[in-house]
């Protein structure tokens, strides 16, 4: 499933402010204090290609840019985070999502937690767009890879897997502490943990601590069709993140046909009920979390079950192909009213 640029998009890359650091702090602080520099760089840009629609993503970041920019119509794609979070980071986070959302003609998200935010910030409903972002076709082609397995020697073993980023709002260590109960009971499972992050250096050291390093692999960063061929050669999915929209991880988990574990917070509640599609468990609980894991090790059937409805939940709700052409559709539409506007002012 190799990813390609089509010979029809041509891709402009302005000059950063320095370049990316390993510590988010301090990467996210180069990036504040870049912000004058990046609109700078994005305005030239758009005044070269002189677009008829712009696209931006993340609200705080490249959607304040393309508003100080001032460049219309503006098309929003928000990403979770940015609505579900920043706003309460700080006033000049949410002056920020603010001044996004209010350039916006259309605002895209994934979950109904985040229109009922943007509702709550006075966003009206007919400016958003809400449908999950996943591509059943491109998930088809995944096949499963047991590279990683066999490398670990781990075929006969059961593997539940994590691939969120180490950062506080995934909180990876939730999942780290509850091994210790899991293995305890079931010394036959391993743990996968892809990603990486801020925090990978104090999770590593976590497990040291916790004597568990034999039955845990981190696997760092590795790229998306890999990522999913692994995935798909797991057991259990788990995700522990305390904020989230719907979770393009956990929608692909589903498709692939894994039981998850999850907490239980908006975004997933949305996709998922107890016991018939998946179980709960809640923020930062890792006995919670254990007790999930250990439930699903010891009743296989009720896991291959969950994973069945799971499964067939995703493929009768998600219709990739529909939802993107009715948001080129509605684009399309918006472009064209822009047009006819400008022209009547004109005249």
């Not at 190799?2 to 302005?14: D, G, K, L, M, Q």
């Not at 290609?49 to 460049?71: E, H, L, M, N, R």
């Not at 996004?100 to 709550?120: F, H, P, Q, T, Y």
């Not at 939940?313 to 080129?328: A, G, N, Y």
Request: with cysteine; hydrophobic share 40%.
């Amino acid at each position: 499933m190799a990813h390609t640029i089509p010979e029809s998009v041509r891709v402009v890359e302005p000059r950063d402010f320095g370049k990316p650091i390993g510590n988010l702090k301090v990467n996210n602080l180069r990036i504040a204090v870049a912000t004058p520099w990046r609109i700078l760089q994005l305005a030239r840009c758009l005044d070269f290609i002189k677009p008829d629609i712009f696209v931006a993503s993340y609200a705080t970041t490249y959607g304040f840019y393309a508003s100080a920019c001032g460049w219309k119509p503006l098309i929003l794609l928000c990403w979770g985070s940015d609505i579900l979070v920043d706003p309460n980071r700080s006033i000049l986070h949410r002056y920020l999502v603010k001044r996004a959302i209010r350039s916006a003609k259309i605002i895209a998200v994934d979950s109904l937690n985040m229109e009922s935010a943007l509702g709550s910030m006075g966003v009206p409903k007919e400016k958003i767009m809400c449908f999950p972002w996943l591509n059943q076709r491109l998930l088809q082609e995944i096949l499963p890879d047991q590279t990683l397995r066999r490398q670990l020697n781990w075929q006969d073993k059961v593997v539940v897997v994590s691939v969120r980023m180490h950062e506080p709002i995934y909180s990876i260590d939730t999942l780290i502490r509850a091994i210790p109960e899991v293995v305890s009971q079931h010394p036959n499972v391993r743990f996968l943990i892809f990603g990486y992050g801020s925090l990978t250096s104090q999770l590593v050291k976590l497990v040291r601590e916790l004597g568990i390093e034999s039955f845990v692999h981190f696997a760092g960063t590795v790229p998306r069709e890999d990522l999913l061929a692994n995935m798909k050669e797991c057991d259990i999915y788990v995700a522990t993140s305390v904020s989230d929209s719907s979770s393009t991880s956990l929608l692909e988990a589903m498709f692939l046909g894994l039981p998850v574990v999850v907490t239980h917070i908006p975004g997933n509640t949305e996709w998922i009920s107890y016991g018939v599609d998946g179980l709960f468990f809640d923020k930062e609980d890792s006995k919670g979390l254990a007790k999930a894991i250990t439930r699903l090790l010891s009743n296989p059937a009720e896991a291959q079950n969950l994973a069945r409805n799971a499964q067939r939940l995703v493929q009768e709700r998600i219709d990739w192909k529909r939802s993107s052409e009715e948001f080129i559709k509605r684009i399309s539409y918006e472009v064209h009213a822009d047009t006819q506007q400008l022209s009547r002012s004109k005249s």
